[in-house]
């Protein structure tokens, strides 16, 4: 999981102590102001403002967190692929080239990387000209292609 870092602080810990520093100050400024013009509105609207500043603070946190656990969960199942990949082959290199055109699911599948779900889209994307119409064609990433571009062909 990749978290943005700010001067080596993750991004959501320094936009939080900014967010809790601004409450905490306001707070302040609320209980050490003895002038008669501030009025229980105005701490009412101040109180409004950093509830305000706080919530759009933890909803971008939020949201950043739901993009992290997206790359990590793709990441991850990359890996399992990967490992699946390794337990069929018993460390055997792959005999020949799979036609994208014609090949069953259960031969794409065997191919690094590729998922059922990701062999039913190559299938359904049918026809290629080219093996790497595969990325043209939004069914694979350029780096999943990378994986299988040496086991394909589109005849």
Not at 44 to 66: L, M, P, S, W, Y
Not at 83 to 99: D, I, M, Y
Not at 106 to 119: F, H, K, S, Y
Request: proline share 3%; with cysteine; aromatic share 4%.
């Amino acid at each position: 999981m990749r978290v943005q870092k700010i001067n080596g602080h993750d991004s959501f810990l320094v936009r939080f102590t900014v967010v809790m520093g601004m409450f905490a100050a306001l707070v302040w400024l609320a209980g050490c102001n003895t002038s008669q013009q501030s009025s229980d509105e105005q701490l009412k609207q101040q109180a409004a403002q950093t509830t305000a500043q706080a919530k759009a603070g933890a909803q971008q946190a939020a949201a950043d967190a739901k993009v992290a656990a997206a790359n990590a969960e793709r990441k991850v199942n990359d890996i399992a692929a990967g490992v699946k990949e390794g337990l069929k082959s018993n460390g055997k290199p792959g005999a020949g080239t799979v036609n994208i055109n014609s090949a069953s699911e259960d031969q794409l599948v065997d191919l690094p990387g590729i998922t059922g779900a990701r062999a039913q889209r190559i299938i359904r994307g049918r026809p290629y000209g080219d093996p790497h119409d595969l990325v043209s064609k939004g069914i694979l990433t350029s780096e999943q292609y990378g994986r299988i571009s040496g086991q394909v062909v589109a005849n």
